[in-house]
């Protein structure tokens, strides 16, 4: 099983629908969490971290299930420039390395 | 003015030569990475480097030899190459080994034929 598991998509929307991706991680250790997002042939960026209480960023909203060992994140009104794959990442204990899923990929359609 | 940069963009190559990809950052950073995203899209760790000094050095096959002359530099060599080595090779760097927001190269993409 691997470490950090997500859906790889491709999640086909239209402009204007609300979408949302679901990550799971394995190790309960794990202390921090975020989304990155990654655009077609390029680098990945940091999105939004993710806290215990939920946190929203303009039309994003990432939520964190420590029970259920999950992360979300919501996109509203989705827009074209939305378009990309979203990376979970969470970080543990052994040196706060960064441990990325595999990305769900997002195509927002006009 | 690029805050990491990394080069080649593109590398094609045949098999068993040997190639390097250098990496810069102007960010004033300590921690350098590589990462290998593979085709199936998975980016992994590969080494950091905090001041010049290895701290993270993945199962890796030795092959891959980094290199930093400095904090600003981390340089990837490989010897050998195998088809298995074609992927996007991306640098990074953070303020502190650990920290949790990481800058990356555009990436580099090693084609082996």
């Known amino acids: 099983r691997k470490e950090v598991e997500q859906d790889p998509g491709p999640f086909n929307v239209p402009e204007g629908a609300t979408v949302a991706f679901n990550c799971t991680y394995s190790n309960s250790a794990s202390q921090s969490f975020f989304w990155y997002r990654q655009d077609c042939r390029k680098e990945p960026k940091l999105l939004m971290s993710?806290?215990?209480s939920g946190n929203e960023d303009g039309r994003f909203t990432a939520q964190l299930n420590r029970a259920s060992q999950y992360i979300s994140l919501l996109i509203r009104d989705s827009k074209l420039s939305d378009s990309a794959t979203y990376l979970c990442?969470?970080?543990?204990?052994?040196?706060?390395?960064?441990?990325f899923g595999g990305g769900t990929r997002l195509m927002v359609k006009p | 003015d690029t805050a990491v940069s990394q080069t080649p963009k593109y590398l094609v190559t045949q098999m068993g030569n040997d190639k390097s990809i250098k990496c810069e950052q102007n960010l004033g950073h300590d921690t350098m990475y590589w990462y290998k995203q593979d085709s199936k899209k998975f980016l992994k760790i590969m080494f950091s480097y905090n001041n010049k000094e290895l701290i993270i050095n993945e199962t890796v096959p030795n092959r891959f030899s980094p290199k930093s002359p400095d904090k600003a530099h981390l340089n990837l060599h490989i010897n050998s190459l195998e088809l298995g080595d074609s992927a996007v090779y991306f640098c990074?760097?953070?303020?502190?080994?650990?920290?949790?927001?990481?800058?990356f190269g555009a990436g580099s993409r090693l084609t082996v034929l």
């Open positions: 990074a760097s953070s303020f502190l080994p650990g920290a949790n927001v990481l800058t």
């Open positions: 990442v969470v970080t543990h204990n052994a040196g706060n390395m960064l441990t």
């Open positions: 993710v806290y215990s």
